[in-house]
């Protein structure tokens, strides 16, 4: 049974950081692509950061460039999100979520509340 688990939301002022975390389990972790996604109310989920298979490639959507850093330990099983820099708008559920073929997310987490205030 695969899973994946977030840790490390929480609230934050504006300009803060916060950490998130992702352990996985239940797969060959090594072999997919990590990606961390976030959805806020009544706006569509956006992919903010995503991984390669051997870390050695990252991708950010514009608008967390320059602010947040994703990482992954493959040998813990983990991904890791940097959030620098906060900001209100950045207040969303963040989800990580594992993919085996390009452009199709397999398995996902539950998701942790991230609250930047003003």
């Known amino acids: 049974q695969v899973q994946l688990v977030e840790s490390g939301g929480g609230l934050v002022q504006a300009g803060g950081s916060l950490r998130l975390s992702c352990t996985a389990s239940g797969l060959t972790f090594s072999t997919y692509t990590m990606g961390w996604f976030r959805q806020a109310p009544g706006k569509e989920r956006e992919l903010v950061a995503r991984i390669s298979r051997n870390g050695l490639s990252t991708d950010y959507s514009d608008s967390v460039k320059g602010r947040f850093t994703i990482s992954r330990d493959n040998a813990k099983n983990t991904v890791d999100l940097q959030m620098n820099s906060l900001k209100p708008e950045d207040s969303a559920v963040y989800s990580c979520?594992?993919?085996?073929?390009?452009?199709?997310?397999?398995?996902w987490g539950q998701g942790t509340q991230v609250t930047v205030s003003s």
């Open positions: 979520a594992a993919s085996a073929i390009y452009g199709r997310y397999d398995y």
